[in-house]
T-cell receptor, first 112, second 116 residues
Framework: AQSVAQPEDQVNVAEGNPLTVKCTYS??????LFWYVQYPNRGLQFLLK??????LVKGSYGFEAEFNKSQTSFHLKKPSALVSDSALYFC??????????FGAGTRLTVKP | GAVVSQHPSRVICKSGTSVKIECRSL??????MFWYRQFPKKSLMLMAT?????????EQGVEKDKFLINHASLTLSTLTVTSAHPEDSSFYIC????????????FGPGTRLTVT
């Protein structure tokens, strides 16, 4: 069965600094990887996905993620954080045809 | 992009009553819909997978008689919490997978259920 781990409950960065939210996964076969963001009392908003192709995936709001097969990682990155990026971020993994499984979430706080 | 709606967004009910939550895919057809439950500051827990025209598949530990799921059409799935108790209070989120085989799942905005 597929699983995903987000090792950090909380990430704090200063506005303007680069940010990284970590994610590692375990899946049989080729992984389908996703990042979602959740604001308080809201549903999940899609940021980006990796299915195949270029390991560097660019998504919404300036976010990007790099698929690293050897390290089974899919870390979310942004070159310059904004205060408005503060939210809960979820990494998710799915094998082909399977259900999507979510990580525990990482709360990102960007301070002015 | 594809839109999934949920109704109601918030509901308060008394213990022992039942409450129905609707999940609709507005601009696409979804043979498969998913129901998640999210506890405060926690991740999403998959409750069940709903397939149009057939019985839902429940995850281990989820009571199927308590959380009734119906997926009567390609655009609508409902979750009914029966005989609600305060411990059922939670944030429920539905998700739909596009019939066209897009690997992405689209999520509804969630429903906040409070049982008093």
């Amino acid at each position: 069965a597929q699983s995903v781990a987000q090792p950090e409950d909380q990430v704090n960065v200063a506005e303007g600094n680069p940010l990284t939210v970590k994610c590692t996964y375990s899946v049989s076969g080729n992984p389908y990887l996703f990042w979602y963001v959740q604001y308080p009392n809201r549903g999940l908003q899609f940021l980006l996905k990796y299915i195949t192709g270029d390991n560097l995936v660019k998504g919404s709001y300036g976010f990007e993620a790099e698929f690293n097969k050897s390290q089974t990682s899919f870390h979310l990155k942004k070159p310059s954080a904004l205060v408005s990026d503060s939210a809960l971020y979820f990494c998710a993994v799915r094998d082909q045809g399977g259900d999507m499984r979510f990580g525990a979430g990482t709360r990102l706080t960007v301070k002015p | 992009g594809a839109v999934v709606s949920q109704h109601p967004s918030r509901v308060i009910c008394k213990s022992g009553t039942s409450v129905k939550i609707e999940c609709r895919s507005l601009d696409f057809q979804a043979t498969t819909m998913f129901w998640y439950r999210q506890f405060p500051k926690k991740s999403l827990m998959l409750m069940a997978t709903s397939n149009e025209g057939s019985k839902a598949t429940y995850e281990q530990g989820v009571e199927k008689d308590k959380f009734l799921i119906n997926h009567a059409s390609l655009t609508l799935s409902t979750l009914t919490v029966t005989s609600a108790h305060p411990e059922d209070s939670s944030f429920y989120i539905c998700s739909a997978r596009d019939l066209r085989g897009d690997y992405e799942q689209y999520f509804g905005p969630g429903t906040r259920l409070t049982v008093t």
